[in-house]
């Protein structure tokens, strides 16, 4: 069921992309990701008060930590969608699965100890050769936007998928801890609008738009409704198999977002960018499948 989960979060997600898309031309990141935070507030908080669920928590430091780096994925994401191909952009984000796959082996490297019982983990050369294939995905994906003066949107994208990691293992380790997902989903709501509009007083407002304004509101929903879908999908997972199985199934959020690209934007990705993100799908669905079978007992939840 977990698989469902995440396959529809990775379609409310790249929906949501599409407004942020049309919403980027009136609003900075920014204030897109302030307005992203209060819509997700008043969201969940009425879902709060439906299920009731209460929304204390007594782990106040762990969802502070994950408000921080998920608002630090979530404004890079923004801003790399607002400059560059909507599948790109997806793409580049997406990038967490893999890095997932390396933290999870890394952490396994660095608490091993050489002895009889406990085993070198195996198969580490394959899974290493394989995320090197991701990387060298990611940078047939960043070639065209070096040609087009795209190269630093280019890697703030790349940022957004590096925080995203952190972050959906920091949801993992809460879900351990018996929270909610609707009360995870509404502090990272709260630490989006606390860190959007502390971000916006540097940045600046953008003038009122008017009727462009409204693509706040389904932005706001679909964000909140993607986030609930991730939260749930993995809280569903309950072993470390699991976790990277429901990981990899949000590339498939990358085949809607490559369908609007195209459909609603128009936008011309050149053949090397296209192998590129079929290499990053590719080794992020053979590090899972090694990752599993190299360390299975390796723990997910790092605080």
Partial sequence: MQALWMVLGAFLFASMGVCIKLASAHFNSAEL???RGIIGIAILWLLARS??????????????????????????????IAHLPLATA?????MSSVWIAAFLVGGALLTW???AATPRPALQGPLVLTVLAGFAGVI???????????????LIGLLSGIASAFAYMQVVALSRLGEPETRTVFFFAVGSAVAGGAATLIA????????PSLWLLPM???AAGGQLCMTRAYASAKTQRGTLVVANLQYSGIVFAAIYSVVLFGDQ???IGWIGMVLIVASGILATVLRSQAAPSTPAEEH
Wanted: proline share 9%; net charge positive.
């Fill in 204 to 211: 600046g407002t953008s003038p009122w738009p008017g009727w």
């Fill in 113 to 115: 100890r050489p002895s």
């Fill in 33 to 35: 990701v302030f307005y």
């Fill in 140 to 154: 047939m994906m960043l070639r065209p936007s070096l040609d087009q003066n795209q190269m630093f949107a280019g």
């Fill in 269 to 271: 990705i050149p053949a």
């Fill in 220 to 222: 706001g929903f679909l």
């Fill in 90 to 94: 997806m793409t580049l984000n997406y």
């Fill in 51 to 80: 299920q009731r669920v209460s929304l204390a928590t007594r782990y106040p430091g762990m969802h502070a930590w994950r408000s921080l780096i998920g608002v630090t994925a979530l404004g890079a994401w923004f801003y790399a």
